[in-house]
């Protein structure tokens, strides 16, 4: 059984450009969450995918957006960075019918400079 | 809105301590608590869950306890080694499961 997997796992952008992190769900889960974890803090959540659809939405601004594709696998992009935005971001999976349990990938480290 | 509040870290202890890290909710209805643990540099590991009142969830030697009259689950190791030295979150899971809810974490050092 393959676990969450994230790419990549360091990345080094501009205030205002636009990001793109990866992510792949453990086999067999249909949900994706994303969370961001700033330095010192508990992660934060951004949105949740079930089935390619948005499912529920944290305290983000548009400028935060996702997808979710036919493998379940996902994307989360942020448009506009700003220094605020440097962080850990997570991605979580599971399966929505059976658990509320979600399993973590290992994280992307953005810095935006 | 929910909300999870862990104790203060940075905790320190020396090997074969017993380690108590507490931890508060507030949520409407009846959430699934969960204990997370991150080691450095990597994601997080579901440490231990308990889905209803007064269940026990344990794994490694942790116990934390779901006590829906204190809104509390504490986490609890008799005697902790070096290895679990990391950083522990609470969280909880609303009934809808959209989202877990995390609190703010707490360091663990453990020294030989």
């Known amino acids: 059984e393959t676990g969450v997997t994230q790419s990549p796992t360091h990345l080094i952008k501009t205030r205002g450009q636009q990001v793109t992190l990866r992510c792949s769900s453990q086999s067999g889960h249909n949900t994706v969450s994303w969370y961001q974890q700033a330095l010192g803090q508990g992660p934060q959540f951004i949105f949740q995918y079930y089935r390619e659809e948005e499912n529920g939405r944290g305290n983000f601004p548009p400028r935060f957006s996702g997808l979710q594709f036919p493998n379940y696998s996902s994307e989360l992009n942020v448009n506009a960075l700003e220094l605020d935005d440097s962080a850990l971001y997570l991605c979580a999976s599971s399966l929505r019918e059976v658990s509320y349990e979600q399993y973590f990938g290992p994280g992307t480290r953005l810095t935006v400079t | 809105g929910n909300s999870v509040t862990q104790m203060e870290g940075p905790v320190t202890l020396s090997e074969e301590a017993f380690l108590t890290i507490n931890c508060t909710y507030t949520a409407t209805g009846y959430p699934s608590l969960f204990w997370y643990v991150q080691y450095p540099g990597e994601g997080l590991q579901l440490l231990l869950k308990?889905?209803?009142?007064?269940d026990k969830g344990s794994n490694k030697g942790f116990e934390a306890t779901y006590r829906k009259e204190t809104t509390s689950f504490h986490l609890e190791k008799g005697s902790v080694q070096v290895s679990d030295s990391a950083v522990y979150f609470c969280?909880?899971?609303?009934?809808?499961?959209?989202?877990?809810?995390f609190g703010q974490g707490t360091r663990l050092t453990i020294n030989p």
């Open positions: 969280a909880l899971s609303d009934q809808s499961a959209q989202k877990l809810v």
């Open positions: 308990a889905t209803k009142a007064d």
